[in-house]
């Protein structure tokens, strides 16, 4: 064909890698909307949480834990802000999650592992607007326990979609194999963020930031572990929540987990400095700061401000442990074409 009918004739189709590059683009934002979305979610329910709790209330301790069915029916201004917003968010991640997963799945070059983070983060947003619209009002810890770890998981399996949608090869094709010690230090510092937050969420579940200001001794504290029971419903004393009589133990726990994950993630980050440098100072920094805002909120009486800085912060940890995850993931090179 001559180059002038090239010319006369219909118009060239665009490159196929510049489709890709833009489907590439494209997943990528809607991935990074998605986390800040549920990112939202999460900040909104723990104010929330706290704030209707009695954490905010002027004549603390003694409103705390209350039982004041008028202040449920008519929450204030903050309150009808915050489940605005979190309900906003969480509607806006169900839609974006349905997003990754139709463009995962049907566009070429296929991002499989990120469909399949994608799908896994999509039954668990379904699975918590389920609880969420099946237990309003309980005072089962499980159900906060729930919505706490619930949130994190989806944030994290959004971080680890986010960190595969930034790569330039869905496929593996140009990977190379992982560093066994750096993915096996980081799903171990994960594991025991995850602890720690088993162990803060159920004090905050039970109510029992009032006896946080009461350290206990070693024994005492390992004893509390008998405390962490998420399907025994909460007593009502004299139109206020009883905390169990180990809350205090539960706390001594907490942070000493939290000081734990805080070395730990220092660890990791000196050995993950020369192959991933921005990833170390970023866990490193972001344990710390969690660790300082959680000793923080509780040094004079238990803060709002800095309890909701603490949960950001930790979720923004647990978010960055799956990222570091993600990226250190390498499936081997695919085998030429013959």
Request: proline share 6%; glycine share 8%; aromatic share 4%.
């Amino acid at each position: 064909m001559s180059r002038s009918a090239q010319r006369e004739g219909s118009p060239v189709s665009p490159r196929p890698g510049a489709d890709a590059t833009r489907v590439r683009v494209w997943f990528v934002r809607l991935a990074v909307a998605a986390a800040a979305l549920m990112f939202v979610v999460i900040v909104a329910s723990a104010f929330m949480r706290h704030w209707q709790a009695g954490l905010a209330c002027p004549d603390w301790p003694a409103c705390y834990g209350r039982v004041d069915a008028e202040a449920v029916a008519t929450p204030p201004l903050p309150v009808r802000a915050a489940r605005l917003a979190h309900r906003l968010a969480a509607s806006g991640v169900l839609v974006a999650i349905a997003g990754l997963l139709l463009v995962a799945w049907t566009q070429t070059p296929r991002r499989t592992r990120a469909g399949s983070l994608a799908a896994l983060a999509l039954a668990l947003a379904l699975g918590l607007a389920v609880l969420g619209v099946a237990t309003p009002g309980s005072l089962l810890p499980a159900v906060a326990l729930g919505n706490l770890l619930g949130g994190y998981a989806i944030l994290a399996l959004l971080a680890a979609v986010v960190a595969l949608a930034r790569e330039r090869d869905p496929d593996g094709t140009r990977r190379h194999a992982a560093d066994a010690r750096a993915l096996a230090a980081l799903f171990v510092v994960l594991g025991l963020a995850v602890a720690a937050a088993v162990l803060g969420g159920s004090v905050g579940a039970q109510f029992g930031l009032a006896r946080c200001a009461a350290p206990g001794t070693l024994a005492a504290a390992l004893a509390s572990l008998d405390a962490v029971a998420p399907f025994q419903t909460l007593r009502v004393v004299a139109g206020g929540i009883a905390p169990p009589a180990a809350a205090a133990g539960l706390c001594s726990l907490h942070g000493a987990a939290g000081a734990i994950v805080a070395l730990a993630a220092i660890g990791l980050a000196f050995l993950l400095r020369r192959a991933q440098p921005a990833v170390a100072r970023r866990l490193a920094a972001l344990a710390l700061a969690t660790a300082a805002a959680g000793a923080l909120a509780l040094a004079a009486r238990p803060s709002l401000p800095l309890t909701l800085v603490h949960n950001a912060l930790a979720a923004l940890f647990v978010a960055a442990l799956a990222a570091g995850a993600a990226q250190c993931v390498r499936t081997p090179a695919a085998e030429p074409a013959t």
